[in-house]
């Protein structure tokens, strides 16, 4: 039996190697949410397993099928998060943020459901969640699309496509339930199981089924957007006219209902060709109701989620590689005296040269081991401390890069000093 403990099933590892373009991913969304005034929110991993059930949906796939819950020693239910939307929303409430809200907020983390495993896919995943909560629209919710749309154009990604829908609002979605409930039922021999399950609980969610003879049924299926009050309707066209006047281009799929029970109103999914099966890379949509079903004041909002781990891939497939993180400086030193002064000289230049990376070689090897790992470490310059320099006060420099390859002595006072010089020479 082997002794190696593999990683869970449907989580996986970051490394260094790829940690690059993880943080330019990070650090463009960062840059941008703080372009259009959003500000980050951090809410626990795990919720109780009610909001969740209060939240999304008991019917929807997430509820029913994905989400991790258990029974801590208290006897609560407890679930890991599967969205981030009902915890923000929780802590809006909990910590009396809503009256008179206008939040405009943002968190990143990881995420849990209990799916199959698959390209793009993974039962550890990693969201950027943003929320717009006390704003009525249709203007915030051209805001936030306009959003998305400059991030991907900050990081150079074209195989990205707007679809858009209304849901109308609770009380036209009702009357189109039935609308729907009457055709499937003429129709019950053909649908799948879940599809029957749904039928009487929430007709909508068959919209979206991926079972094939089901999706033939679903074409001729009455459409929503043929059924809306006449306020979302308005909406929904001030939406489409403030999206043309931006030039953000989108086509209005009359069968993009989202997973979640909580939508109304607007809902849209940014799509690409570029991964397979797993082709949504951002999902919201307009949830005005939520906040009164979870306990706090009505409060209109709106918000959605970017699948991070789909983001990178997109961001390596577009070529794009993260500049190396590199250090500048590597100091290398023999004896254990040697070593100390090495490890002393490298605080000092780390308070007197903020912002540069500074590289030690720990362990002892032969010099001509060490300049061959600060070669391959990618540094600029090299600092050398043996016996005799640390006896007689000095340190030597040695450029690693360019014509430049003499190497000079200086005292330890200067030294920080002479770095800054070569450092600026050889940018």
Request: aromatic fraction near 8%.
């Amino acid at each position: 039996m082997s002794r190696n403990i593999p990683p869970v099933t449907g989580m996986k590892d970051v490394l260094s190697a790829d940690i690059g373009l993880w943080q330019h991913v990070e650090r463009s969304w960062r840059a941008v949410a703080d372009a259009y005034g959003y500000e980050e929110i951090r809410v626990p991993v795990v919720e109780h397993t009610e909001l969740f059930k209060r939240a999304i949906g008991e019917y929807t796939d997430v509820v029913e099928k994905e989400m991790y819950t258990f029974t801590d020693q208290g006897g609560d239910s407890l679930t890991l998060r599967p969205e981030a939307t009902a915890g923000i929303v929780r802590a809006c409430i909990s910590n009396g943020l809503l009256r008179g809200a206008r939040l405009k907020l943002w968190c990143q983390g990881p995420m849990f459901r209990h799916e199959k495993p698959q390209k793009g896919r993974f039962r550890q995943f990693n969201q950027i969640d943003l929320e717009a909560i006390g704003f009525a629209g249709p203007d915030v919710d051209i805001e936030i699309i306009a959003l998305t749309a400059r991030l991907w154009k900050q990081l150079g990604l074209t195989r990205v496509k707007l679809q858009i829908n209304s849901l109308g609002t609770p009380e036209s979605r009702k009357a189109y339930r039935a609308l729907l409930q009457d055709y499937f039922r003429r129709h019950l021999d053909a649908l799948d199981d879940d599809g029957k399950r749904r039928l009487e609980g929430n007709p909508l969610r068959i919209l979206d089924s991926k079972h094939p003879p089901t999706q033939e049924i679903v074409k001729n299926a009455p459409v929503l957007t043929e059924h809306l009050d006449a306020e979302s309707t308005a909406h929904f066209a001030e939406l489409r006219a403030g999206l043309d006047a931006l030039g953000i281009p989108y086509t209005v799929n009359p069968r993009l209902v989202r997973g979640l029970d909580y939508y109304s109103r607007t809902v849209f999914e940014w799509i690409t060709d570029a991964l397979g099966s797993q082709d949504a890379v951002c999902s919201g949509g307009r949830y005005d109701g939520l906040i009164a079903q979870m306990g706090g004041e009505a409060t209109p909002a709106i918000g959605f989620a970017m699948g991070v781990e789909r983001v990178v891939e997109l961001v390596r497939l577009a070529g794009m590689t993260a500049p190396a993180n590199l250090p500048d400086v590597f100091v290398m030193a023999q004896g254990d005296a040697a070593q100390r002064g090495a490890l002393a000289l490298a605080e000092k230049l780390r308070d007197e040269l903020p912002g540069h990376g500074i590289v030690v070689h720990c362990g002892s090897a032969k010099f001509k081991t060490q300049f061959r790992r600060a070669d391959e470490s990618g540094a600029r310059v090299a600092l050398v401390i043996g016996e005799d320099e640390l006896a007689r006060g000095v340190v030597a420099l040695k450029p690693l890069k360019g014509a430049e390859n003499t190497q000079s002595e200086y005292p330890v006072a200067e030294i920080g000093a002479r770095v800054a010089e070569f450092l600026r020479r050889s940018t």
